[in-house]
T-cell receptor, first 113, second 116 residues
Framework: AQTVTQSQPEMSVQEAETVTLSCTYDTSESDYYLFWYKQPPSRQMILVIRQEAYKQQNATENRFSVNFQKAAKSFSLKISDSQLGDAAMYFCAYADSNYQLIWGAGTKLIIKP | DGGITQSPKYLFRKEGQNVTLSCEQN?????MYWYRQDPGQGLRLIYY???????QKGDIAEGYSVSREKKESFPLTVTSAQKNPTAFYLC???????????????FGDGTRLSIL
């Protein structure tokens, strides 16, 4: 069965600095999708970034980028120029060919002003 | 604006009572989902529906029931059989479920259910 592991329950970063959140997953499939979602204190789940496994190029959305290492089954999220509004829970999720999302336990990101 | 509306925001359940959580979407999405979120855990899938009048059990369906009579609506009933219902419930939708893997899910604001 597929699993998603986020080994950092909590991370903190100084405002304007860069932080990397880690995510590893386990699967035997070759075709799948990976996501990072953000859940601010308002509790709404917001899509941050999406990566297709068949694409070697790492996805980027403004200050957010991923480091996708397919062989290592690693999918880390890098946030550049951290802002106070980035403070949230960040969840990594995996979707297989049946598009059932498997979620990690989340990483709480604290931004220090 | 298109989106997903969950109501109520807060809900309290008495012992032996069934309660229903509402989820409505105007995104014209085929697929809808219900998740349960507990502190320190990721989301767990309760039920999902790919099309009207069809739905499938997720990982933790026991004690819950759903219906999908309209494309826009996917209500979740928490029955008295669910012995530990206190949690945050999130509803989501996506363009499609099967065959188009990778379609992102869009979420509502959630409903917090507590036991009286």
């Amino acid at each position: 069965a597929q699993t998603v592991t986020q080994s950092q329950p909590e991370m903190s970063v100084q405002e304007a600095e860069t932080v990397t959140l880690s995510c590893t997953y386990d699967t035997s499939e070759s075709d799948y999708y990976l996501f990072w979602y953000k859940q601010p204190p308002s509790r709404q789940m917001i899509l941050v970034i999406r990566q297709e496994a068949y694409k070697q190029q790492n996805a980027t959305e403004n200050r957010f980028s991923v480091n996708f290492q397919k062989a290592a089954k690693s999918f880390s999220l890098k946030i550049s120029d951290s802002q106070l509004g980035d403070a949230a829970m960040y969840f990594c999720a995996y979707a297989d060919s049946n598009y059932q999302l498997i979620w990690g336990a989340g990483t709480k990101l604290i931004i220090k002003p | 604006d298109g989106g997903i509306t969950q109501s109520p925001k807060y809900l309290f359940r008495k012992e032996g009572q069934n309660v229903t959580l509402s989820c409505e979407q105007n995104l014209n999405h085929d697929a809808m989902y219900w998740y349960r979120q507990d502190p320190g855990q990721g989301l767990r899938l309760i039920y999902y529906s790919q099309i009207v009048n069809d739905f499938q059990k997720g990982d933790i369906a026991e004690g819950y029931s759903v219906s999908r009579e309209k494309k826009e609506s996917f209500p979740l009933t928490v029955t008295s059989a669910q012995k530990n219902p206190t949690a945050f419930y999130l509803c989501a939708s996506s363009i499609s479920a099967l065959g188009l893997g990778g379609q992102p899910q869009h979420f509502g604001d959630g409903t917090r259910l507590s036991i009286l």
